[in-house]
């Protein structure tokens, strides 16, 4: 029986040998010849080893320990409130504008309510950067980002193991791969975490492949301090860089720089950022990944200069020893299409009592030196009309030629130049009813109509305010006057001047004046009319052919003569000239006159007589009546003065 039994116990302490001999000798066999996935010590034929995801174990902490943790997350998200309520607060306001820079804006003609004023440069990135996440979480993962405690590690692996672990850097700097081990990761380059992940887990398992990813960053805690809106400290996200910190910060105050920004790291300085090579550039390769307790320290501003004017982005920049002005205007993003690339205007601060402002010629002068406090300014090629001796002239000729067009001509040219250049006039052209357009006199004529108007219209609404009513049905015809009053300078504003110039010619003339050219000049000769034109008070209106021996007079009688409610006096004549001839132009009294009638006037090719309506119209009963109160207001004061003699 014993020996039964010790049989027994030996058989199963050979069975084990064999199978950790066997195990033993396929785990060798697999890693010299690159056996296929499962060959580890408890690898089975049927599939990859799966790995599980730890169970994440709380630490112990004594109850000190937890109560020291509990008030430091409650102090992380108070912080976090209050960083999020300064940052509402800056948005709203915006960032507050130094002393130079609102100079620069009044010397540019801004006021204080411009839709996009002029800033100092990066300005606008500050505010922009406000108003979006500092961090959306799917920036991509630098080679160069030092893992440390708190990142998240998502690490994937497929071949002879299956696993996808979400894996926690723990206090002690390291993870913890099941079945594997723990492995130190704090301080390795993301860049280097495949390779040194692929190592480790390669003394347990073969015929693997393995990636890493980082899943939840870790926050930091910065300073910001020196020249911004808001210093203090700043909880950030572990893959913020400097500007990110900066436009947490609110960005440097008015005295900040944004050209010396110092990253400061256990009590050195590791590098000074330039945003400018961020913002002219498009050059952030000087942006650093910031670090735990990392202080980034903002400089005071340098030299200050302003450039405005024909520039593509006007504002304030800050100079760097030896820039010059070619550097401020390749700052500014150069000039404008339509700027005036020969000069430069700069205002000097220093001489301000004195000569004040120098001109500098370019490009010679694009290489001088700049004082903080200097203001340059670029001017516009096309704000200025060049003198007329010195442009072409570009003036279109229509009408009775033989080449009607658009023409360019030299400097100088007249209206004789424009007629040969479109081939003369045909035999058909009347020469007196030319229609000679300029833009610079329908410019001038359009100031003059719209002061005409706005006099007329503060004249009748003052008479219509003063006027006094003491009936209902007068407070009524008050108001009626003044709407159609409104109705008729609505009307008038609409009429738009054309430009034209009366040609003083005799009708009988083949030639036109030599008069100088402008730019824009139209030319227009049109064919010999056969009509005069009657339209109006008038019976019949519309047009009759022309005929050399009648007056003026046999038109008005061919289209019935003057109706009842005409007003016969003020008749007027129209030219085809453009000039106006009426009844109005001879009355030198009230009951005399000089000079030729209208009717009896020669009748010319394409006159149009207009007879208008009589405006204050009276029947014979309001008159009688009028002359009935006068009389017996009259017949009143006899009356009174008599009682007083007596």
Known sequence: MFVSCHGRSALRVMTLLLAVVCGLGASTVGAQTGSSPGATSDAASSGPIRLRQPTPAEPLLRDTERQQSTRARQSQDMGQQSDDASQAQLRQRGAKPGDFELFVRRLAGQNALEADPIRRLGADLMLEGLRTEEYDGLARVPAEYAVSVGDELIVTMWGSVDAELRLTVDRSGQITI??????????????????????????VFRNFQLSVALGKIRQLRVYVTGFVDRPGSYTVPGLSTIVNAV???????????????????????????????????????????????????????????????????????????????????????????VADRTRLAIERLDDRNDIRIVQVALPGGATGKLTSGDVIRSFSAVDATLPVERQNKRVRVEGEVLRPGEFILPAGSAVADALRAAGGLTPSAYVFGTEFNRESVRQTQQDNYDRALRDLESEMARATSTQRTTTADEAAAVNARGQATTRLVDRLRAIKPSGRIVLQLDPTTAELPNLALEDGDRLYIPARPTTVGVFGSVFNGGSYLHASERRLGDYLRLAGGPTRGADADSVFVIRANGSVVSNRQGKSGWFTSSGEEVPTM??????????????????????????????????????AIKTLGN
Do not use: H
């Not at 099941?178 to 003394?203: E, H, K, N, W, Y």
């Not at 014979?620 to 002359?627: G, I, N």
């Open 178 to 203: 099941p079945r594997v081990g723990s492995v130190m990761v704090s301080g390795v380059r993301f860049g280097d975490l495949t390779a040194l992940l692929t190592q480790r887990v390669g003394q």
């Open 247 to 337: 436009i947490r910060a609110g960005g440097p105050s008015a005295s900040g720089s944004f050209r010396n920004i110092q990253l400061r790291r256990g009590g050195r300085v590791i590098t000074t950022y330039d945003l400018y090579d961020l913002l002219v550039k498009g050059d952030n390769g000087g942006d650093r990944v910031l670090q735990s307790e990392d202080v980034i320290y903002v400089a005071s501003v340098g030299p200050q200069v302003g450039l405005i004017g024909s520039v593509n982005r006007p504002g304030v920049f800050e100079l760097k020893p030896g820039e010059t002005i070619d550097d401020v205007v390749r700052m500014a993003g150069g000039f404008t299409a």
């Open 602 to 639: 020669a009748a010319l090719p394409g006159d149009t007589i207009f007879v208008p309506e009589e405006m204050d119209k009276t029947t014979f009963v309001q008159r009688l009546k009028d002359w009935t109160q006068i009389l017996s207001q009259f017949g009143l004061g006899l009356a």
